[in-house]
């Protein structure tokens, strides 16, 4: 099991930015891919990036494609969104998440085994 907790969040207006973080610790983190959900209320959670063990492959949904981008430290344990060109309907819980198996990237929420808490992400128009 790996524990991540997210940081970054808060409130900006349209067309700002925010970087997102997610500090993990557990397991062997390197060896594992890594993404980000959202939930946003009253929608169910949905897939917004996610990263492979080694950094080499990204997946985005089309919705932030190419305003968000991904990317891991594994020296540090982390992980980061970074969100631009943001837009009110980005106005969601962002979660962290650790894929179940080791070597392996997926979009698909069951693929995933380990959350974090959420971070509020708030965009204004």
């Known amino acids: 099991q790996v524990q991540l907790v997210e940081s970054g969040g808060g409130l900006v207006q349209a067309g700002g930015s925010l970087r997102l973080s997610c500090a993990a610790s557990?397991?062997?983190?390197?060896?594992?891919?890594m993404g980000w959900f959202r939930q946003a209320p009253g929608k169910e959670r949905e897939f917004v990036a996610s990263?492979?063990?080694?950094?080499?492959?990204?997946y985005y949904a089309d919705s932030v494609k190419g305003r968000f981008t991904i990317s891991r430290d594994n020296a540090k344990n982390m992980v980061y969104l970074q969100m631009n060109i943001l837009k009110p309907e980005d106005t969601a819980v962002y979660y962290c998440?650790?894929?179940?198996?080791?070597?392996?990237?997926?979009?698909?929420?069951?693929?995933?085994?380990?959350w974090g808490q959420g971070t509020q992400v708030t965009v204004s128009s």
């Open positions: 557990g397991r062997t983190f390197s060896f594992y891919g």
């Open positions: 998440a650790a894929h179940k198996s080791s070597l392996q990237i997926g979009k698909a929420e069951g693929d995933f085994g380990s």
């Open positions: 990263i492979s063990w080694g950094g080499s492959t990204t």
